[in-house]
């Protein structure tokens, strides 16, 4: 039963971070253009499915309160001010998104409120994950690092990361979504932010080696996870062959498959942890009777339900938008 909801909390944080990170990354690049013509097609191309993406941040939230409850009172404990800086940045872009196209002479203020809670949401995602890497100052199970304990030069650099990554998949979702000049734009941006990532991974390996990280000797116990980057490298040519020959099918499931295969990486890295590296997935686990409790209720109807629903409304809202498309 722990391995269930192992599964199933690796799964919506998968989810969360493809679909999620697209239209994070979308509102990132809604500050590379000022045509009201690109940022209404922009809009357009994830308005129907946005509410229901961040509802897998709601799920990893809830199963992480009830299947692993330590984790969650940690975590919240070590990263109060990165999550209220996420929820301000996510609250803040959902309402610039409901009333920008309303607006007229105070536009300018909702587009940029949908940028920047964009990028702070991403940015404060990015920063957490370096913190969780690198390490958090744990004792007997509980917290000690204080407000600022997870601040450091890695976290900031993983969230700047974050940020090139999730605009990466917003600039391959609209090559996949979109036509004319947003298309174009799209594909102007790709070779950029996949350089800019490339820069990113370096430094991060080259930091994790200077500092003698811990999660540097996991690679050395288990060769097999080089098969990831293998499998990462590999979608990475794919996608640069399919941006030369302008193949919009193609580009945005290769980068789907190089964040899978990055956090692959992690996941298989930080195993048998859950916190890396403190606690581990059998500690911090509720009791036996919580956990088959909870599955019968969110394990076997809830999350099935809900990936049924997400496959709906990515088929129900396949296809191209133009600049006539409102769905918004």
């Known amino acids: 039963m722990i ?87 996510l609250i803040l872009r959902g309402v610039a998104f409901e009333f920008r196209h309303k607006a007229e002479r105070m536009r300018w203020v909702w587009d940029a409120s949908f940028a920047g809670g964009s990028l702070v949401a991403a940015f404060t995602q990015g920063a957490a994950v370096g913190a969780l890497v690198e390490g958090l100052p744990i004792a007997d199970g509980r917290y000690v690092g204080g407000e600022l304990g997870w601040l450091s030069p890695f976290a900031l650099l993983c969230g700047v990361g974050l940020c090139i990554g999730y605009a990466l998949l917003g600039a391959c979702w609209l090559v996949g979504k979109c036509e004319g000049d947003v298309r174009d734009l799209g594909y102007r941006l790709i070779p950029y932010l996949s350089v800019g990532l490339l820069v990113f991974l370096a430094a991060v390996f080259a930091y994790a080696l200077a500092e003698n990280l811990q999660v540097m000797g996991r690679w050395l ?19 640069a062959v399919s941006v030369r020959q302008r193949d919009d099918h193609a580009a945005f499931p290769m980068v789907v498959i190089i964040f899978a295969a990055a956090f692959g990486t992690l996941a298989i890295s930080f195993w048998p942890y859950i916190i890396p590296f403190s606690i581990t997935i059998e500690a911090a686990a509720a009791p036996h009777l919580s956990l088959a409790f909870m599955f019968w209720g969110a394990g076997l109807f809830v999350f099935p339900l809900m990936l049924i629903y997400t496959v709906i409304s990515l088929r129900v809202f396949r296809g191209k938008v133009t600049s006539s498309t409102n769905h918004y």
């Open 3 to 89: 391995l269930y909801w192992v599964a199933i909390l690796a799964i919506s944080t998968l989810l969360y971070v493809l679909l999620d990170g697209f239209d994070l990354g979308v509102g990132i690049l809604f500050a590379a253009t000022r045509k009201e013509s690109c940022r209404h097609v922009m809009m357009s191309a994830i308005a129907p499915i946005w509410d229901g993406n961040e509802t897998w941040l709601v799920v990893t939230g809830v199963v992480l309160w009830g299947a692993f409850p330590i984790v969650y009172a940690t975590l919240l404990s070590a990263f109060y001010l990165p999550l209220l800086l996420m929820l301000a940045g």
């Open 221 to 239: 116990e288990r060769p097999y996870l080089f098969v990831f980057p293998v499998v990462g490298m590999v979608a990475a040519a794919i996608l």
